[in-house]
């Protein structure tokens, strides 16, 4: 076992279903204001009993790797007879040509999600939907599926298994860094006065800090 990895949902499912697509309207026309007041639009419509932004978390061994992976969902509906994952996507373009395989990422976001919840309640099935929600004339579309809770097993361990070089890459990048530092010593005769307060003091707040490997990643 190499070691634990942590990753978000959405970082997870953006570097396997990574393309040379220029449709960035889900991604850079809508504003962070802007995709958070029409989440909170959408959100305000659920039923009494229905959730918004649920934390989620789960653990996947992959080889001698295992991943910790956690993010947090839009939505999550009850009805009688099932539950609905709802995940919610802003944009300034037109929904006209957006159909239900425009933007396999979006299902792959919210097909993790689902795999988590219902893992964790013990649930057979369960429901997927994707509301996209067109910030400017606040129109909706969205489109539904159902999965199995193995359907969804076999797919968050292949997005795992997509992902699983470059988490051994890294792994071993920063090991072997952690062991150069380690063996490093100081370059000179002596500390100048102050210097190795000043060195203590980082050394004792960098052990305190628990720092997950996704902070290292880009955005």
């Given at each position: 076992?190499?070691?634990?990895?942590?990753?978000?949902?959405?970082?997870?499912?953006?570097?396997?279903?990574?393309?040379?697509?220029?449709?960035?309207?889900?991604?850079?026309?809508?504003?962070?204001?802007?995709?958070?007041?029409?989440?909170?639009?959408?959100?305000?419509?659920?039923?009494?009993?229905?959730?918004?932004?649920?934390?989620?978390?789960?653990?996947?061994?992959?080889?001698?790797?295992?991943?910790?992976?956690?993010?947090?969902?839009?939505?999550?509906?009850?009805?009688?007879?099932a539950v609905?994952?709802?995940?919610?996507?802003?944009?300034?373009?037109?929904?006209?040509?957006?159909?239900?395989?425009?933007?396999?990422?979006?299902?792959?976001?919210?097909?993790?999600?689902?795999?988590?919840?219902?893992?964790?309640?013990?649930?057979?099935?369960?429901?997927?939907?994707?509301?996209?929600?067109?910030?400017?004339?606040?129109?909706?579309?969205?489109?539904?599926?159902?999965?199995?809770?193995?359907?969804?097993?076999?797919?968050?361990?292949?997005?795992?298994?997509?992902?699983?070089?470059?988490?051994?890459?890294?792994?071993?990048?920063?090991?072997?860094?952690?062991?150069?530092?380690?063996?490093?010593?100081?370059?000179?005769?002596?500390?100048?006065?102050?210097q190795r307060?000043?060195?203590?003091?980082?050394?004792?707040?960098?052990?305190?800090?628990?720092?997950?490997?996704?902070?290292?990643?880009?955005?």
């Amino acid at each position: 076992m190499i070691g634990e990895y942590g990753i978000s949902v959405r970082t997870l499912v953006e570097y396997v279903h990574r393309s040379g697509s220029i449709d960035l309207r889900f991604r850079t026309n809508t504003s962070m204001i802007e995709g958070t007041k029409a989440h909170q639009k959408i959100q305000a419509q659920y039923a009494k009993n229905d959730q918004k932004e649920i934390y989620l978390h789960t653990r996947i061994a992959c080889r001698e790797i295992e991943f910790d992976i956690e993010g947090r969902c839009d939505g999550l509906l009850f009805s009688d007879s099932a539950v609905t994952i709802d995940e919610i996507k802003s944009t300034s373009g037109d929904l006209v040509h957006v159909t239900e395989n425009s933007h396999p990422v979006h299902w792959a976001q919210a097909k993790c999600y689902a795999y988590m919840y219902a893992i964790g309640h013990g649930l057979p099935e369960i429901n997927i939907q994707l509301t996209y929600v067109q910030v400017e004339a606040e129109q909706i579309k969205r489109f539904q599926q159902i999965y199995t809770v193995e359907e969804l097993r076999q797919f968050i361990h292949q997005m795992v298994e997509g992902y699983y070089p470059f988490a051994k890459w890294q792994l071993q990048h920063i090991a072997k860094r952690n062991e150069s530092i380690g063996n490093a010593t100081f370059p000179f005769d002596g500390y100048r006065k102050g210097q190795r307060k000043l060195a203590g003091a980082v050394l004792k707040r960098s052990r305190r800090k628990k720092v997950y490997l996704q902070a290292l990643l880009p955005e």
